[in-house]
């Protein structure tokens, strides 16, 4: 594979970057769709990166943005390790652009398990199966840069599953497929996603389409740019 870095439009959930880089990253970034994404990537050297546009102040800047993370070491399921937790911050408003979450595994990551059961989600109807293109793929180093062991939570603060792995259904559109309580694979709309952050929180469906683009792409309520296609809504 050519280790040739290559400058691509890398998106966030509050604008993109543009930055060099490889084959091997540009594979973690795509979900199975034309754009490529920032968070399953992780942290980027800031050298690499030429220019960013925020979504807030609608604006590109020079260089690249603010990035903060930590290394909390934290063990989020029975193999899984949270070894790296960022996000990249606009510098001029604070603005977050995109989060990331890096983990080790320790084990087999098909296997991973919460720590602990908490409260029993309610069934799901049965829903079909997407055709699963895992986000992120294991390194030398047995790392990759993902959301899998994310506990997932409904608008009522009600557990619902683990996150195992990004999908697409037979329409072509991004589901989040995760296991719940009772070991059974279920798959959740993209755009039911609230927010993603130390938890995968759900939307309660109450929200109005007032960010669907017009290229049918169901943003998150408040989006300025469609994640789909970047036209301004």
Known sequence: ??????????????????AQVSDDQQRKGNLGGPDLFLAPIG????????KFFCNTCEKDYEGGPKIEFENPN??????????????????????????????????EVGLAKPISDEVQSTPSPKVEQPTIQPIAATTSDSTFSSIVGMSVYDSNAKKVGTAKQVGINSSHQVVLVITNKEG???????????KIGE???????????????????????????CESCGTKI
């Open 43 to 50: 942290r980027i050297d800031s050298q690499l990166i030429s």
């Open 184 to 194: 059974s694979d279920m798959t959740i709309d993209w755009a039911k996603i609230k």
């Open 74 to 107: 934290e063990e989020v399921a029975q193999n899984l390790i949270l070894r790296e937790r960022g996000q990249y911050i606009c510098t001029t408003c604070g603005s977050t652009i995109a989060e990331y979450r890096e983990f080790q595994k320790t084990g």
């Open 199 to 225: 938890i995968i929180l759900l939307g309660d469906g109450s929200e109005t389409n007032a960010s669907k683009c017009s290229c049918g792409f169901e943003n998150k309520p408040g989006s300025k740019f």
């Open 1 to 18: 594979m050519s280790s040739e870095l290559r400058l691509k439009k890398l998106r966030g959930s509050g604008g993109f970057v543009m």
